[in-house]
Nanobody, 124 residues
Framework: QVHLKESGGGLVQAGSSLRLSCAVS????????AGWFRQSPGKERDFVAA????????NIARHLRGRVTISRDDTENMVSLQMNNLTPEDTAVYYC?????????????????WGQGTQVTVSS
């Protein structure tokens, strides 16, 4: 059974940085695409960033470019999301997702597997 587990969330001050990690188990990450989404209370789940299976094509939400990077380590079965200069608007539950077909889509329905999420809270 495929399992995704996010970690690295927490309470931070505005201007801080965070690195979120997603550990994949149950199948190799190799060959799959991976993405990060986030959801704030009362809002829809929004795309953050995604990386394809070969790590040569990355998709980042336009309003987050310059502050967010995504990376993957297939030897460790890990996907990471680095976020810098955080603001209170970044407060959300962050979810890791995996696309078995290797893509880096913005649409959540392209992903087969999801983690339970990790809470990020940014105080002003």
């Amino acid at each position: 059974q495929v399992h995704l587990k996010e970690s690295g969330g927490g309470l931070v001050q505005a201007g801080s940085s965070l690195r979120l990690s997603c550990a994949v188990s149950g199948r190799p990450l190799a060959g799959a695409g991976a993405g990060w989404f986030r959801q704030s209370p009362g809002k829809e789940r929004d795309f953050v960033a995604a990386i394809n299976s070969r790590a040569d094509d990355i998709n980042i939400a336009r309003h987050l470019r310059g502050r967010v990077t995504i990376s993957r380590d297939d030897t460790e079965n890990m996907v990471s999301l680095q976020m810098n200069n955080l603001t209170p608007e970044d407060t959300a539950v962050y979810y890791c997702a995996m696309d078995s077909f290797g893509g880096r889509a913005r649409l959540s329905n392209r992903y087969d597997y999801w983690g339970q999420g990790t809470q990020v809270t940014v105080s002003s």
